[in-house]
């Protein structure tokens, strides 16, 4: 479980670099020239900085464990500052959207929509980080016997268990709710954006569900074989289901307004795979060894490489096509996201190498 202490460094500046790429081409693009595009994609793309926060958040939180310099102070400030993040974030969406004159082709309301959307992720991740504040005993809960299933010393009390699987839950089904909202109301193209493009977040945010009750269950050593398959397996199916949501949207193509959420809906998706890796890790490795577990963390590096390579692809469609002008920003904000989850997998990765020797 040593981790050496430069590397150490290193995995924690990969998401707050991230966060400077997306803050600064947000801002970048928000405080251009008043164009077509430049309101949304400014404000998405700064907000996706949020989540690369949390992100870092939850990689400084393994991090200090792993090279057992984890305190008191570091087991409240990352959490708080994952929540805070979230809470300010979802707060400005809603101050947008709530201030927007009509759900036609407003701005103001696609934009607070999907902004709020990104801080309901920045509270699944948030909670990921307050769940991984014991992540020290998931490699000894592991090493234990297959059937052992003794709470150990130092876990989570069963109300705090409790309050953490049920925040992903409660964020989860209210990016649904904003989904079934506008969605059976569709008959703007702000509406059918809001719809679609939420529709991935609500998807991500399912499979943080995933994410936490793995986490959590695993240091409460309750972690069983139905685990193991229940929670890859919703990711795929969430992360499959949002680009293929997305290609039929690009396939279809009825109005230009399909373009936007059917490009960002892949990018979603392929989130949605960056996570699997780090749940897939976490069900691989328990109780077993892995061979290839030092080879999960390639999986964000292709989905990040995967993002931009579609993000090159969709500019140069924008320089003829300003209706994909939001989608390629979008999708490179996204590329950053996967990218920042590329150190979380490998610091988990770190964390359970014992595993793999076994």
């Not at 801002?27 to 400014?42: E, K, Q, R, S």
């Not at 014991?134 to 000894?140: G, V």
């Not at 199916?237 to 279809?252: D, F, P, R």
């Amino acid at each position: 479980m040593n981790v050496n202490y430069w590397i150490s460094l290193l995995f924690r500046a990969i998401p707050l670099a991230m966060m400077g790429v997306c803050v600064g081409l947000g801002l970048y693009v928000w405080n251009a020239a008043d164009t077509p595009g430049n309101f949304v994609a400014g404000r998405v793309v700064t907000f996706l900085g949020a989540i690369c926060l949390c992100l870092f958040c939850t990689a400084a939180t393994i991090i200090r464990q792993l090279i057992k310099r984890f305190n008191a102070l570091d087991r409240v400030l990352y959490p708080t500052l994952g929540y805070l993040t979230a809470i300010g974030t979802a707060a400005y969406g809603v101050w947008l959207f709530a201030g927007a004159p009509s759900a036609g082709l407003n701005e103001e309301y696609v934009a607070g929509h999907v902004v709020f959307s990104l801080g309901l992720i920045s509270g699944c991740v948030a909670t990921v980080a307050t769940a991984s504040t014991k992540f020290s005993l998931i490699p000894a809960n592991s090493a234990r016997p297959e059937g052992d299933h003794q709470p150990p010393d130092g876990a989570f009390g069963r109300s705090a268990v409790l309050v953490l699987s049920a925040i992903p839950v409660l964020l989860a089904a209210a990016a649904w709710v904003v989904v079934i909202v506008n969605l059976v109301q569709a008959t703007t193209p702000g509406r059918f954006t809001v719809a679609h493009v939420v529709a991935g977040v609500a998807m991500i945010c399912t499979c943080l569900i995933g994410l936490v009750l793995s986490i959590l269950r695993q240091v409460q050593n309750a972690y069983t074989a139905r685990d193991r398959m229940i929670w890859p397996w919703l990711t795929i199916a969430m992360g499959t289901i949002s680009m293929v949501w997305g290609i039929v949207l690009l396939v279809l193509d009825r109005q230009p307004y399909y373009q936007t959420p059917g490009f960002v809906m892949i990018g979603l998706g392929l989130v949605c795979f960056s996570i699997l890796s780090k749940i897939g890790l976490l069900a691989l490795v328990w109780r077993r060894t892995f061979a290839l577990a030092n080879r999960v963390p390639l999986i964000p590096v292709l989905t990040a490489l995967s993002c931009l390579f579609l993000s090159s692809f969709v500019f140069q469609a924008a320089i003829s096509d300003s209706n994909v002008f939001i989608a390629a920003h979008v999708l490179a904000g996204l590329g950053a996201i996967c990218f920042s989850l590329y150190s979380i997998v490998s610091i988990l990765e770190s964390g359970t190498s014992s595993q793999e020797s076994g």
